[in-house]
């Protein structure tokens, strides 16, 4: 709320790295149609990986992990047996509710049915915290106060409102009002639990909305995990003096910018260096190089619908050819591991 307020904005001034990183991603987006229309065939197996890789990465950054076959999960063809499974299969589904229903509205009750879905058949969500939520440091030191319970309704609806209004704004970029506007939302810390994982579902949503469609090819939460020890270190930075409105937003757009810049590349380079079938072998290898313990031809085939089981079958026997996977059984029951 506070980066949105008039004082606040009045005094804000741009780095030059800022205005670099903006004018990167800005180009990006304004090349990404014709990147997208050179195989649309590739994206829908791109948007499946990146799900996937969305709800792997968003977790491991809360440190849950898990091996399960998250699309079995989803699709409930199996039962989760431990909260970090559930969780799992809820970002996923919530994901892809997202994804089916672009336009919802960005408000208190979207926030809050954002965080039901996350935590459904784990505990109750949807509400918001009802004590004090200090952020801390390796779990002892305090890092950071977040807004007080009785505040935090007040403080949510009227960020809301600002989003609103100036994500309209023609003379503020989009991007820096997404990126402001999630940062305020993980200082207010609405929650008890799962504040991070509702702020990148709401990034998906917020990109979605405004058009950067080549991102929703890409997993952001993915290369914001391989940079958390940054995205810590931004939020510590730019959070100092956030309540008395002094606070500098720079170490924080310029992550949030770096990892857009990222995502347009790796998107870009992934549509380049496809050239029909052997793009296809490529997919495959990267959705089981990506595999963390035993994984099913079944599992493959539902995270790749569009790839015949053939393909498929002929790249896992390359694959355990050159010693890069072993088997165990035979069929579609047998069971598949990545060699390290």
């Avoid at 990167?24 to 990146?50: F, V």
């Avoid at 004590?131 to 440091?137: D, G, L, N, P, S």
């Avoid at 504040?195 to 998906?204: K, P, Q």
């Avoid at 959705?287 to 539902?302: C, H, I, P, W």
């Amino acid at each position: 709320m506070y980066s949105f307020s008039p004082n606040y904005l009045k005094n804000t001034s741009y780095s030059s790295k800022v205005l670099k990183l903006l004018g990167d991603c800005m180009e990006a987006k304004g090349r990404e149609k014709s990147y997208l229309l050179k195989n649309p065939e590739l994206l829908k197996e791109l948007e499946n990986i990146s799900m996937r890789e969305e709800t792997i990465a968003s977790n491991a950054i809360e440190n849950v992990f898990s091996s399960a076959d998250i699309f079995a999960l989803s699709e409930r063809k199996i039962v989760p047996t431990s909260k970090s499974e559930f969780f799992l299969r809820n970002y996923y589904n919530t994901l892809l509710k997202i994804k089916n229903n672009p336009d919802l509205q960005v408000n208190s009750d979207t926030i809050k049915m954002l965080h039901h879905f996350l935590f459904e058949d784990i505990e109750e969500g949807g509400k918001f915290k009802n004590k004090e939520v200090f952020i801390t440091e390796k779990g002892t030191k305090i890092r950071f106060k977040s807004v007080s319970p009785d505040l935090t309704p007040k403080y949510i609806k009227n960020l809301c409102i600002s989003y609103e209004e100036y994500i309209k704004d023609i003379k503020t970029p989009q991007l820096i009002v997404i990126s402001s506007f999630i940062f305020d939302f993980l200082c207010i810390h609405p929650f008890i639990d799962g504040n991070g994982r509702v702020s990148r579902l709401l990034t998906n949503l917020l990109l979605m909305q405004n058009g950067y469609e080549a991102l929703s090819y890409i997993s952001l939460d993915k290369i914001i995990n391989r940079y958390s020890d940054h995205y810590y270190h931004a939020l510590y930075e730019s959070s100092k003096g956030w309540h008395k409105q002094k606070h500098d937003m720079d170490s924080w757009h310029v992550f949030f910018l770096s990892v857009i810049r990222e995502a347009y590349t790796e998107i870009f380079s992934k549509i380049e260096q496809s050239d029909g079938r052997s793009s296809k072998t490529e997919i495959i290898k990267n959705v089981v190089s990506s595999k963390k313990g035993d994984f099913t031809l079944a599992e493959l085939q539902r995270e790749l619908p569009s790839i015949s089981n053939a393909m498929i079958r002929k790249v896992l026997t390359q694959l355990k050819e050159q010693y890069k996977v072993a088997t165990r059984g035979k069929g579609r029951g047998a069971h598949w591991k990545v060699i390290l």
